[in-house]
């Protein structure tokens, strides 16, 4: 008998009507929908660097942290609504269980956003596959840039070195 594989789904966009940049992760992992928060597993390097960037002090609780985001004009957000993954790499996600948010109804609800930043390379890859191609045309065009991925599974870089993509990126511009 084989092991269901259970249901991940994604919750709110941490978000303002004024939003000009947009981060995209994938789906949440494990840790973060326990706790109904983006980058809620310790050692992701999503606050630690927003901490850098911003004022933003890392032992806030999430909500404050969310709204100085939300000051700095930063909307969070994740590409995929609900999948199907065991654990919570990106690698385990079933690619036939994907469904993807709303991003037509989100780009026309959140007309400032001419930035969009992907946390990791899946999140990029499902939007090109699976958004990019359903989006209606809109004014203004929007800049899309995969930036190194703050989760801990992604080792290959420093914090040092994935701060300074994302400074370099967030920034300018």
Request: proline share 6%; aromatic share 10%.
């Amino acid at each position: 008998m084989s092991k269901e594989i259970p249901l991940s789904v994604s919750f709110p966009p941490i978000e303002s009507k004024d939003a000009k940049t947009l981060i995209l992760g994938s789906m949440p992992g494990i840790i973060s929908l326990q706790q109904q928060q983006y980058y809620a597993h310790p050692r992701n390097a999503f606050w630690s660097i927003m901490a850098n960037l911003y004022e933003l002090e890392i032992d806030w609780d999430y909500l404050q942290r969310c709204n100085c985001l939300i000051n700095n004009k930063i909307a969070v957000w994740d590409v995929l609504q609900s999948c199907q993954r065991q654990g919570s790499l990106d690698q385990h996600i079933d690619v036939n269980s994907m469904i993807t948010n709303d991003f037509n109804l989100f780009l026309q609800q959140h007309p400032y956003i001419n930035r969009i930043f992907f946390n990791g390379a899946k999140a990029e890859q499902v939007f090109n596959q699976h958004v990019l191609p359903t989006l209606l045309e809109k004014v203004n065009p929007i800049s899309l840039q995969r930036l190194p991925s703050t989760s801990p599974a992604h080792a290959a870089m420093t914090f040092e070195q994935k701060f300074s993509i994302w400074q370099t990126n967030i920034l300018t511009g």
